[in-house]
């Protein structure tokens, strides 16, 4: 492909925040980055908020959406052949900062991973985000440990059906929470899932404290009034870590809570890491999450595939909350 | 002594919360501990708060208050012998779990450090607490480096006489907040002196984030509803460390902020922190800051020396807030 030449395809925001699929610049590769041919973009609730204009790309990316995809490897640069075992014609998955909702994507050799055996093409495209997020909170701001009690909130997305797997697999007890049928979720593991429609999730968080099985770590996509009226129930040391507010961005908190239980409450994201923090966390993900990808005991969850040109559609399966599990779009 | 005697004395507290200077049993030494003759015990804040039931000591430790002391060793187990290069007759200052206000206290040895050269015994016996909270804030839970700026709420008290020249002598650019004259302070050398009756801090902080100085750190021994109001002008990756809250249990916050700049806050008390820790934080006081201490860079400020007779008029010094710096009690 010739630099600048409007020759690939992307989906792109209208004025009216509709969807289109366009010409746009081809990548241009720079050190370190390979060219990967899309097969799949899978779908993040964070690309409906760049969508609204309200999660900016980072700097150096392209601007339509996309943080994940999976496809090969069909440019390498020298640096990239160098420093990394990939070659031309490999099938890898990759985490980006924005620009998966392409035909071609440019990207750092380390935030490639090769795709796991047992794994499917979608599945594979499905896995970065979740995975490297999921792993991100467990281990390295939850510092999640065998015998941890896990509280994860929002049992039914995309993320929970990765991290309720990861952290059973690694010996955690798992609590989690629904706003649909529990049994929806009931193959992922979870010890303890709290149908919040009917069950207060303070009432039931006192309940399990009592029982000697306080939360030591949060996952928490909700947010809301909830965080604050949990804390009198964690552990002495909780990590709660804050990923999003769906439930709403307002929190009332007892501080007295926090430093007599040394709790840390924890704002997370995984975009914003350093690329060094990313490569480091790809590499352990490879490392130590690989082989129970491979077992089949933690695996990711495909709810739905559609063509690229319906990106609407599928964005509007994550705006209902409809899935269980991730939505991939079928590049080529 | 002889174990169990009803000989030494030490501040107990009344029904009705007043102090007596009474007969207790005398300290029975466990492993790895020596007997320290108490000339100084040094008041903290957490002293009232357990007078007033709030904030019981940890279990083994003696009911009386005291949380740091400085004396004479006069007696030590085999353990301290072999393990430590204190011999009997040394002076030193001691980190407790409870018990100073005494006329000796039993304590392991690695809870005790050499007085520093160029401290009296009455400033040996405020440095522990103060030391130790300071380092335990700004290094471990802090990450503070040179070049950070950090919030110290509260630029009168004794924790802040240390944490601002300990901060200043690392390299950091430090605002501090007052309620009385900011020239009371102006020998510790900050910044920035917010007066909080006349200014807000919110605004302030605002003012600084758009020159460039957005806070890194802040350590909040105030709460309230100024640690939500200030969150939106922090750094990203902002740690807010909340170590008390004398300004108000609640606060109500926008999560928004938290998930968004990676801020964490971190409840941090030293007193609920495990023996090694602690030991730790000891160990590194004594190599990396005591030569500060020693050129005079970072001392303790004692406000007022008391005879112990007299810790209900030291602790009231504490409850009017009239102290800047730290109240000492003479034992003997």
């Known amino acids: 492909m010739k630099k600048g030449d409007l020759q690939m395809k992307a989906i792109l925001v209208n004025e009216d925040k509709s969807l289109r699929w366009d ?12 060219l990967v041919k899309v097969e799949y973009a899978a779908l993040n609730r964070a690309d409906l908020m760049q969508r609204e204009g309200d999660y900016p790309p980072p700097a150096g990316c392209p601007e339509w959406m996309g943080l994940e995809v999976s496809g090969e490897i069909v440019e390498m640069t020298d640096g990239a052949k160098a420093k990394s075992n990939y070659k031309i ?30 794994c499917t093409m979608a599945e594979a495209a499905a896995i970065p985000e979740a995975f490297a997020t999921a792993y991100l909170k467990l281990f390295v701001e939850g510092h999640a440990k065998s015998g941890d009690t896990l509280l994860m909130q929002a049992g039914a997305s995309g993320l929970a059906s990765v991290i309720i797997p990861m952290a059973k697999a690694f010996g955690l007890h798992v609590v989690t929470t629904v706003i649909s049928n529990p049994e929806n979720i009931k193959h992922l593991g ?44 964690v552990k ?4 709660w870590i804050v990923i999003a507010t769906l439930a709403g961005t307002n929190t009332n908190i007892d501080l007295k809570n926090i430093y007599k239980k040394n709790i840390r409450i924890v704002g997370s994201t995984l975009r914003s890491r350093t690329p ?9 993900l490879v490392k130590e999450v690989w082989s129970r990808v491979e077992s089949g005991e933690v695996k990711p969850t ?30 080529q």
């Open 190 to 233: 979870a010890d303890l899932v709290v149908d919040t429609r009917i069950q207060s999730l303070p009432e039931v968080l006192k309940t399990e404290e009592a029982a000697g099985r306080a939360i030591d770590i949060a996952i928490d996509c909700l947010g809301g009034q909830n965080l604050g009226d949990c804390l009198p129930y």
């Open 23 to 34: 010409n746009v610049p081809n990548p241009v590769l720079t050190e370190n980055e390979v």
């Open 276 to 284: 060094e923090m990313k490569a480091l966390i790809l590499s352990n």
């Open 89 to 118: 014609g490999d099938k890898v998955c990759a985490l980006l900062g924005g620009g998966g909702y392409a035909e071609y994507v440019s990207v750092k050799y380390d935030m490639c991973m090769p795709v796991p055996k047992n």
């Open 236 to 239: 002495y040391g909780c990590r």
């Open 302 to 331: 495909v709810y739905k595939i559609l063509p690229i040109t319906e990106a609407e559609a599928a964005h509007d399966i994550l705006y209902r909350g409809e899935n269980v599990g991730k939505v991939v779009l079928k590049v």
